[in-house]
């Protein structure tokens, strides 16, 4: 694994009026690393992720990509969504659009890129996730494991240098959460760094480097995922996981 820090977060803070929802956190992703995010429901996960792709706005605190401190304007963080890919639980594909147009719309709209070899690349992304034969279909005629595999090529189709998860499989039957799992695993293979809030504790088990455990908005441990995995360091953590079939 590279040694490059490509994410730092420092002394980050995030409220909702009087509620402080995000108190503090520290942390850096290098390239190529895996992080979950792990915690129970209301701890902050999805909160923090969401900050990272300027999705929620933050009181305190720095973010820092790729070396350089991100001054929080919409501009900014138009520029730096080309450089996070963002998957929710929710897929946000466009319904008017063929599963290819809505692969192509980033790429074309933002990127400005040439369409034919955009067009090229946007069939190899979707063959990458066994959809080579509906670029023409609808998002409405899709299962929702087949739109969130959509989701998260249309990700891909801006090369980003940092996915996020958010849930990703938390609304999908479970017998389509193997498909979306196994192409996350290969793209963490492939070397992607990503970030991953995910109730899936095999899954993170087996293909985070790293593990963030919030609670209550605070990271109360950040360790390597065999370290977390084998034996935690706070009983939150621990009641946590003994919580979880796995």
Do not use: C
Request: proline content about 3%; charged content about 20%.
């Amino acid at each position: 694994m590279a040694d490059q820090t490509l994410l730092s977060v420092s002394h980050l803070v995030k409220n909702y009026g009087a509620k402080h929802v995000l108190k503090d956190i520290n942390f850096d992703v290098q390239e190529g690393e895996v992080v979950a995010l792990l915690g129970a429901s209301g701890s902050g996960k999805s909160t923090l992720i969401r900050t990272l792709n300027g999705l929620e706005d933050y009181q305190g605190g720095t973010i820092t990509f790729n070396g350089k401190t991100v001054q929080p304007s919409k501009a900014t963080w138009l520029e730096l969504r080309q450089h996070i890919g963002m998957v929710f639980q929710s897929y946000d594909l466009f319904p008017n659009l063929t599963v290819l147009d809505n692969l192509l719309l980033g790429p074309l709209k933002v990127q400005h890129r040439d369409r034919a070899e955009a067009t090229k690349e946007a069939k190899t992304l979707l063959a990458s996730v066994s959809l080579a034969e509906y670029g023409n279909s609808y998002p409405r005629q899709l299962s929702g494991g087949q739109k969130q595999r959509v989701a998260i090529a249309r990700a891909l189709a801006l090369h980003p240098d940092l996915m996020l998860f958010d849930e990703v499989t938390a609304s999908l039957d479970p017998e389509m959460v193997r498909g979306v799992l196994t192409i996350m695993t290969d793209l963490a293979r492939q070397g992607m760094t990503m970030i991953v809030v995910t109730h899936e504790m095999n899954f993170a088990r087996q293909v985070a480097d790293r593990v963030l455990f919030l609670s209550d908005g605070t990271i109360l441990e950040n360790e390597p995922a065999k370290d977390f995995f084998a034996q935690p360091k706070t009983k939150r953590a621990t009641d946590f996981l003994d919580s979880m079939s796995f």
